[in-house]
């Protein structure tokens, strides 16, 4: 995307500054920094080592060890996921896919701003667990994740690789072990100027000195011998920091809220166990032989005594006084040559270096620069007025000289000092060529196993650059001095949580919005109303909106007119699905396309809010499933007890129950009696305490005649021992292959009101079923089996007990999954439980 802000008037310019010191954050509020922090920072200086720390999901890196080696031995600390954890479960609301990897990419950059580190990732999307290598690679493309991986390493020239999990299968989850066994061939891909030779033009080949496996003790088997791994204290303590990395590891890694990762801290000794993989033996520490300090690059000892000298002269009560000496560091460090093959890698870090002292200098000077908006969005054309703030809190005299923007410059002169608090108010015209605000990812359509991203540079960055920056540059006692991409922000004040930032974004003229994981299903040829909802962009948007339907399809009517005076105005069109006698059964998607002065919109507009992350918009297709199929259905009422977040009420719906979302309160004898099933959500017994005293109401409610139907329980954590009215094992057992063989028992449960074959089984989305119980009480009856390939049978993805009058079903079927993607046969199963006595 070219981005460029053009000024309307002559002014002066000055625009916010919102970064870390050492690491990088994104709408967030503008950071101050301790004495003890920049100290820190000092410190890091002086260090040249790099780490890179490779695994396959958010959750998966050692955030203790991370945090230890980017706080105590001060190194350039990376962690490169794999995925984005798209093909996870969400413990904090509805998203999943796409939405989920987006938060917890946010979770990811959360726990980093904590803990010190920097996050990157490879193009591999989370397609749900697997549980071998290789059906992870069948599914990913091996050869592009491995390039992502050889493209970070390059980048980041790291002399320390570390995996979690080894090479032979004892991580468990198939994206665990390939991880690892990318990370074996990426150290010496990178470094083979025959692989991936595309990547040349940007980086250089680079060789690790060694690659590790950083076991753990799920890994050991209890009394091992563990003479042969080096080890090292990770559990200290951070005077500067005031805190153990324990305790940092907790915080950070408490940012994982929709895993329900919330951990306690730790303190005291924490050994970590390292064995070595590949590269150069080591015998006492993980960087034995690397030299760490400026005496590795050619002319670096002269850099290296200065830095000692800004430290050995720091003052706590005056930083600014330390601003001299930095720029007397920049100044030698910009002297300093680089060869043509650049084997030492002066010029990655020189520009690193060059990046922490800019920091750095900030830091010391006191400087709070800050330029916002009043309204979250923006499109292409449109006026905006930029709110700006800015003191420098030291002695030290400031000159702003100069602006650079996009394609663009201005220039302008501004002494800034302790006196001046300077508040200005900058008109701006917004021109945009090429995509919105999405996430640069999640630009294309992507397939199961990988995102596509055409533009290399992109490829294993955490996320978009600003929408809008500036690179405003100063002169500080006669040298020049800049600070790269300055964010332009979206500011407000909610009376609660006070002033919150987040970033502003580039929005299309109009957003065309269908309801959220919604599938659209016909069990007859009965129209359906297809709300559309439109929402302005910008003030004075009209034209028409209609729906691209597949053959056999009509909607009435087939185009419609509509006009929004202002911006953010939203108005909501219907229109009457139904399908013809061509129709075709199955599964099909309907598009919502608005036109507006001949050009097409067809993305809607969706926020994603919660208080640990930066606000997200996002941009989704216009698309929903049409689903035309045979269906039968008994009853009519259905009572349903929400528990992760699902879309699976809003499909009953859909197929014509009446349902009715009840609070763990409302679970008594006497209420549930109006109700022909209760349907208990995903997780309930997880994440719903109340059950523990609510359950023998339930059980009540079936002997009188109920009918309950429980969704997956992750087998651990549950707020009660027993789920069911008889004994069950709950276990992580799963048939990840989703279109897995089926073999049906003769139970009534297949056969009434609807019959279910092998073909209900056909066009499943990312799995079959999980957390299948490992054994149960014979009064449960099996009803069918599958299995991944090569394994066992696994009889529980549904049982059936009768208990008293009433009946009780669990299901592990992935049907949260599966009916708001459209899955026929899903649709038809969830019947049978609902209908099953009646």
């Not at 009715?660 to 995903?682: C, F, S």
Request: proline content about 6%; aromatic content about 8%.
């Amino acid at each position: 995307m070219i981005r460029s802000l053009r000024p309307l008037l002559a002014a002066l310019l000055l625009l916010t500054v919102n970064c870390s010191l050492l690491t990088e954050a994104s709408a967030q509020t503008p950071k101050t920094y301790t004495s003890s922090e920049i100290l820190l920072g000092l410190k890091k200086l002086n260090v040249l080592g790099s780490v890179l720390y490779i695994a396959a999901h958010p959750d998966d890196e050692n955030t203790r060890l991370i945090a230890y080696l980017a706080n105590e031995r001060l190194l350039e600390t990376g962690y490169l996921s794999c995925t984005r954890g798209d093909g996870g479960q969400n413990l904090i609301g509805p998203e999943l896919r796409e939405g989920l990897g987006v938060i917890r990419t946010q979770e990811l950059l959360a726990a980093r701003r904590l803990d010190g580190g920097r996050q990157f990732f490879t193009r591999a999307n989370d397609f749900g667990y697997s549980k071998t290598p290789e059906e992870t690679f069948r599914i990913w493309d091996k050869e592009q994740v491995l390039a992502d991986m050889v493209w970070v390493i390059r980048q980041r020239r790291p002399d320390v690789l570390i995996t979690r999990f080894p090479t032979d299968g004892r991580g468990g989850h198939g994206h665990h072990t390939a991880s690892a066994i990318l990370a074996a061939e990426a150290f010496d891909a990178a470094a083979d100027p025959k692989r991936f030779p595309e990547q040349l033009q940007y980086v250089q080949v680079w060789q690790p000195k060694r690659l590790f496996w950083n076991t753990g003790s799920f890994f050991v088997k209890p009394g091992e011998n563990m003479d042969g791994y080096l080890n090292l204290d990770a559990g200290g303590y951070n005077p500067l920091l005031g805190q153990s990395y324990g305790e940092i590891a907790a915080r950070s890694r408490s940012n994982h809220r929709s895993q329900g990762f919330g951990s306690a801290a730790q303190r005291g000794e924490a050994l970590e166990y390292f064995q070595l993989v590949k590269g150069e033996k080591a015998t006492k520490d993980l960087f034995d032989g690397v030299d760490q300090t400026w005496n590795r690059v050619p002319g670096g000892a002269a850099v290296g005594k200065l830095i000692e000298e800004v430290i050995r002269k720091y003052d706590a009560g005056n930083p600014s006084a330390s601003v001299a000496g930095l720029l007397k560091v920049r100044e030698q460090l910009s002297q300093m040559k680089t060869t043509k093959d650049d084997r030492a890698g002066l010029a990655s870090w020189r520009e690193q270096k060059d990046y922490e002292i800019n920091r750095l200098v900030t830091a010391c000077l006191g400087l709070y620069l800050e330029a916002t908006v009043d309204e979250p969005t923006v499109v292409s054309g449109q006026k905006i007025k930029i709110n700006v703030e800015a003191i420098a809190r030291s002695r030290v005299p400031i000159i702003l000289k100069e602006i650079n923007y996009g394609d663009d410059s201005a220039t302008a002169t501004l002494a800034v000092d302790k006196a001046i608090n300077a508040k200005l108010t900058l008109p701006m015209e917004v021109n945009i060529t090429g995509d919105v605000s999405q996430p640069y990812w999640m630009r294309k359509r992507s397939s199961t196993g990988m995102y596509t991203v055409q533009n290399q540079e992109l490829r294993g960055n955490p996320q978009n650059e600003p929408d809008f920056y500036l690179e405003p540059s100063f002169t500080i006692a006669g040298q020049k001095f800049s600070i790269s991409q300055v964010p332009v922000q979206y500011k407000h004040t909610d009376p609660v949580l006070g002033e919150l930032y987040q970033p502003l974004a580039v929005v299309p003229a109009v957003a065309v919005n269908l309801p959220a994981a919604h599938a659209y299903v016909f069990a007859d040829a009965q129209p359906k109303t297809v709300p559309v909802t439109l929402k302005a962009g910008r003030a004075g948007v009209a034209g028409t909106l209609a729906l691209t339907l597949p053959p056999g399809w009509t909607s009435t009517p087939a185009s419609q007119s509509f006009a929004l005076a202002a911006k953010d105005a939203e108005q909501t069109v219907e229109f009457r699905v139904q399908p013809g006698p061509g129709a075709a059964p199955g599964k099909a998607e309907l598009r919502a396309v608005a036109t507006v002065e001949g050009q097409a919109y067809s993305r809607g507009i969706q926020q994603i809010i919660y208080p640990h992350i930066p606000t997200q918009t996002l941009f989704p297709e216009a698309v929903a499933p049409l689903v035309k199929l045979e269906l039968k259905r008994r009853g009519q009422n259905v009572a349903y007890l929400m528990g992760a977040g699902d879309e699976v009420p809003d499909a009953l719906r859909q197929i014509g129950y009446t349902v009715t979302l009840l609070e763990a309160k409302d679970l008594t004898a006497p209420n549930l009696k109006q109700y022909d099933a209760l349907m208990v959500g995903i997780r309930a017994y997880n994440t719903v305490d109340k059950l523990k005293t609510q359950q023998p109401e339930i059980l009540k409610y079936i002997e009188a005649g109920g009918n309950v139907v429980v969704q997956y329980t992750v087998n651990r954590g549950t707020v009660l021992p027993e789920i069911g009215p008889y004994p069950m094992k709950l276990s992580n057992d799963r048939v990840t292959v989703e279109d897995a063989p089926v073999t049906l028992t003769k139970h009534p449960l297949l056969n009434a009101p609807n019959k279910i074959t092998a073909q209900d089984f056909q066009g499943w989305a990312q799995e079959q079923g999980l957390y299948y119980p490992s054994s149960w009480d014979p009064r449960y009856q099996t009803v069918i089996s599958s299995s991944d390939p090569g394994e066992v049978a696994r009889e529980s993805a549904i049982l059936v007990a009768d208990y008293g009058k009433g009946h009780y079903i669990y299901t592990g079927l992935s049907l949260f999954r599966e009916l708001p993607a459209g899955v026929p046969g899903a649709y038809r199963l969830i019947t049978n439980m609902i209908s099953y006595g009646k």
